[in-house]
């Protein structure tokens, strides 16, 4: 599981482990990921970036990847950072569990992906799916926008990508 301290990789971690799985988590910080599950056995921890890291070691014995890793944004971050890490971190960790033989490769997405300015997809009725996703290309990316709007569109690419 990649971000594994995060809001819903902690808790998808600690669903895991109540479910008696073995489970190795990965994140930029290993201590605090100790601190959440601490004198926990079937907790093996991985301290990584997303973007940078060789998991050839840490995927070797693993069934699947649970990858949850994204770069947390505010007004003051870098929109190069949240596109590095919500794009070509996304393809990275997917690459390498492939080249491990991995078959089971869950990535998660985010609502924003779909949501458009009005917001009419969000609130309607119609089932959402993939025709939905924001019409971002790499070629129309403009890193010059809002966080929020660089994340948005940086999952987008990789979902669509992936």
Partial sequence: VTGGTGFIGSHVVAQLLEKGYRVRA????????????????TLEVVEMSTLTSDYTESLKGVDA??????????????TDRIYQAAYNGTLHIVRQS???????????????????????????????????????TLETLDRNQSPMSIYQQSKTLADKKV
């Fill in 26 to 41: 990965a994140a930029r910080s290993a201590s605090k990921l100790r601190r959440i599950f601490p004198n926990t056995a």
């Fill in 65 to 78: 990847v649970i990858h949850m890793a994204a770069e947390l944004f505010s007004k003051a971050s870098s």
């Fill in 98 to 136: 492939i080249d491990a033989g991995i078959k089971k490769i869950i990535i998660t997405g985010t609502f924003a992906s779909l949501f458009d300015t009005q917001l009419k997809i969000a609130f309607g009725t119609e089932l959402v799916t993939e025709k939905f996703f924001h019409p971002v």
